[in-house]
């Protein structure tokens, strides 16, 4: 009785996923990958992160860029007292759509304090120095110029200029994640069209294409990005476009050679026995069902745009400071890795690391889920 029921199981479990769709299918494979949906959430949060931006850093000045020289290199989960003071000076008073893009300036002039008192109707302060002892200027301000006394957690700490080193690395991911996005977005764009022209003309089509390929693909892709930076310019755009425009030979011979094994099939047949035009028969027709392996490289090459844009960061002909970037971070302070403030260079070291890894997990995650042989194994479990 115990064997009939397992057989029964078998069979039912079987008829629903026969008569699931692929997507659902791949979704089923695809959950059962632990390792492939930690990534997810860990990319998921780094997304929400890069998202929210201003709205949930401890610095949500411009660029996380509120120097306090006298909090220099402090280690993690130090703290400080800030008393606020009111600087007299008009501030613009931003919404929420622009804070969130671009952040918000201090409307006090923050001071660290080593002490505080209030005497009176006034509040004397010892400034902090960082010293020991630490033999601050002692000054006294009106209580209706204090706007505010907060104690702030340094959570990743600071670095050599005083800057909140979470708040940095938290809008880092913004510059990591946007050039991911756009230069995959591009890579796709060129090298699925190049890809599907060359396998679908074939002939002298296929042949110049190629050619072309073969020259961009014979150039080392660091060099090749180098080169396109010095000549578009240093900056947060051509960062995308350079690194965009070497991955897209990967993209192209994947595409190139999926649509050779499917042009023959059938329903392409069918499609141009009805007389559909070219651009339909490979948009509507021959994609969708290539789309597969373009998923899993897309996935590969998020990784590697994120490495190519911290590298060329570190080199210095990526993006440009004020604006925090990993690879930036790690070059200011590879220096401190021999001193005792080594977790400056380390922590954006340690988030490249985490968010390319997911990235890698996750593609061959997507890869062992459309792969068809894993659907009979996957069916018996």
């Known amino acids: 009785m115990h064997i009939r029921r397992k057989q029964k199981a078998f069979v039912e479990a079987a008829a629903s996923n026969g008569s699931s769709s692929p997507g659902t299918l791949f979704w089923q494979r695809l959950r059962r990958n632990r390792m492939a949906m930690a990534s997810m959430v860990v990319i998921a ?3 929400v992160v890069a998202l929210l ?24 989960f130090s703290h400080a007292t800030f008393v606020y003071v009111d600087d007299g000076m008009p501030h613009e008073n931003r919404g929420l759509v622009k804070t969130l893009a671009k952040g918000k300036p201090l409307d006090a002039t923050a001071i660290p304090v080593y002490s505080h008192r209030t005497i009176g109707d006034s509040i004397e302060i010892e400034t902090f120095t960082g010293s020991v002892p630490n033999d601050g200027e002692v000054i006294r301000f009106a209580n209706s110029q204090v706007k505010d006394i907060k104690t702030r957690t340094f959570i990743f700490g600071t670095d050599t200029y005083g800057r909140d080193v979470l708040s940095q690395v938290m809008i880092g991911s913004r510059v990591s994640l946007s050039v991911g996005f756009i230069a995959v977005a591009i890579a796709l764009l060129v090298g699925i069209l190049l890809g599907s022209l060359a396998a679908y003309y074939g002939g002298w089509v296929d042949n110049l294409i190629m050619w072309f390929i073969n020259v961009v693909w014979s150039i080392p892709t660091v060099l090749l990005v180098i080169a396109i930076t010095f000549a578009l310019g240093k900056g947060f755009w051509q960062v995308f ?3 965009g425009l070497t991955m897209w030979v990967d993209v192209a011979r994947v595409v190139r050679g999926q649509v050779f094994s499917v042009k023959e099939k059938e329903y392409v047949e069918a499609a141009r026995a009805l007389g559909y035009r070219t651009p339909r028969i490979i948009f509507r027709h021959i994609l969708p069902n290539i789309m597969g392996p373009v998923i899993v490289i897309t996935a590969s090459n998020f990784a590697t745009a994120i490495l190519l844009e911290a590298g060329l960061s570190f080199l210095g002909i990526g993006v440009q400071p004020p604006m925090p970037s990993w690879g930036s971070m790690v070059k200011e302070n590879y220096g401190q890795i021999l001193l005792d403030s080594a977790y400056q260079a380390f922590i954006p070291g340690i988030a490249i690391m985490l968010i390319v890894l997911a990235f890698m997990i996750l593609g061959n995650g997507i890869r062992d889920a459309l792969d068809i042989k894993n659907q009979p194994s996957t069916q018996a479990k």
């Open 45 to 47: 949060i780094f997304a």
């Open 53 to 76: 931006g201003y709205l949930i850093t401890p610095d949500h000045t411009p660029y996380c860029n509120q120097q306090y020289l006298e909090l220099a290199s402090q280690k993690p």
């Open 241 to 243: 476009i350079a690194v």
